[in-house]
C-alpha cells in the first residue's frame, strides 16, 4: 500500500515533538512492506530554527539516523497534488500544516475519491485556538485521528467531523529501548521552555526540588531565554541545549531518574493526555516521576510504571526515595517498560490504524 503523510516536518524535532511519534509510525509501516511518502514544507518553522542555530549538519544526522525516510519538500503554491498522491491508499494529514493545504488535498478527495484521507490531531490548539482549528476544512475527509480522547470528543461535539477515532501517541521501541548505564547524573528533564505554559510547574517540580536535594541535574530543550537559563544555573542544573530525539535514550542512560512535567493546557483542559516524553521514558526504562496529570484512560498504571508528585515537597520526597533505593527504581523501570511493550508501542498503533481503515473499507 502507499501512503503519504503530510506533516510540517519529519527532519526536524526542534520545538517539535509531532516528529517523535510520525517518524516511528512511517518506519513502522515500511517495515511491514509499504510504501511511504512524506511531504514536508521547505520553509518549516521547526526547520528554520533548527538549521539557523546548528546549520546543515542536524539535516546529515537525520538522514544517517533514518535512512529509510527521506522526505520530499515542497513549496505550498507549487505542490501537484496529482502528482504527490499518484498511487496513494491512504493520505494522513497532520495537524501542523496549513489550512489551505488541509483544504485543497481535501478537494482533491473529493474529486478523486481513490484514496482514503484523515486528519491528525496531536495538539491542544481544538481547546486554546478553537477559532483557529474551526477553520480548517475536513469535509473531504474521512475522519479524523485525535491523540486522546477528550479531543476525539471536542471534534464530535462542534461537528468538525462525523467520524473520529482516539489514537494516542506511542513510543518507536526501534529508538527508544533501555541501553547500558552510563553514569553521568541522577535527573534529567528534557523539554521545552514552552512559553510560559508550565513556567511555574517547573520552578516547583524541578527547579526548587533540585536545588533543596543538591543533586546532579541536566535539562536539554529549546526557546529558554537567557534568565530561564540563569535560573537553572543558579539552582543547580546544568542546561545542555538541544539533542536531537533520537540520541535521547543515549542520554537517559546515564541518569538515575527523570521528571514529567505537563504543560498547564493539557493538565486543565485535556485530561489523559500525557507528553509523548512519558512513553518514551518508560521505553528506556529510566525511572520516572511525575507532576500532576489526569490519566483518564488508564494508559498507565500509577504507583507502578511511575511515581506521582501532587507538589514540589512530594517531588523532592520522591526523588530522594527513589535515588537512594536501588530496587525501587529497578522495580518501576521493569513495570513501566513492560506497559509499553505491551500496550504502547509504535506497532500496536499501526495495529489500530489498521482497525480503523478496515472500519472504513466495510
Known sequence: MRVALFCHSIISDWNHGNAHFLRGVATELLARGHEVRVFEPRDSWSLANLTAEYGEQPISNFQAAFPQLNPLRYDLHTLDLDDALDGAALVMVHEWNAPELVARIGCHRLRNGRYRLLFHDTHHRSVTERDAMGRYDLSGYDGVLAFGEVIREIYQSRGWSRRVWTWHEAADTRIFRPLPQQAQGDLVWIGNWGDEERTAELNEFLLEPVRRLGIRARVHGVRYPQAAVQEL??????????????????????????????????????????????????????????????????????????????????????LRSLLADADQRAALAKHGLETILARHTCAHRVDELFQILECLNN
Open 233 to 318: 544555573t543558579a539552582a543547580g542544573l546544568e542546561y545542555a541545549g538541544w539533542i536531537a530525539n533520537y540520541e535521547v535514550p543515549r542520554v537517559f542512560s546515564g541518569f538515575r531518574a527523570t521528571v514529567h512535567i505537563p504543560r498547564r493546557p493539557y493538565v486543565q483542559a485535556l485530561p489523559g493526555i500525557p507528553t509523548i516524553r512519558v512513553f518514551e521514558a518508560l521505553a528506556c526504562g529510566i525511572p520516572l516521576v511525575s507532576a500532576p496529570w489526569e490519566d483518564a484512560e488508564a494508559l498507565f498504571t500509577s504507583g507502578r510504571d511511575y511515581l506521582t508528585a501532587g507538589n514540589g515537597t512530594e517531588m523532592e520526597r520522591s
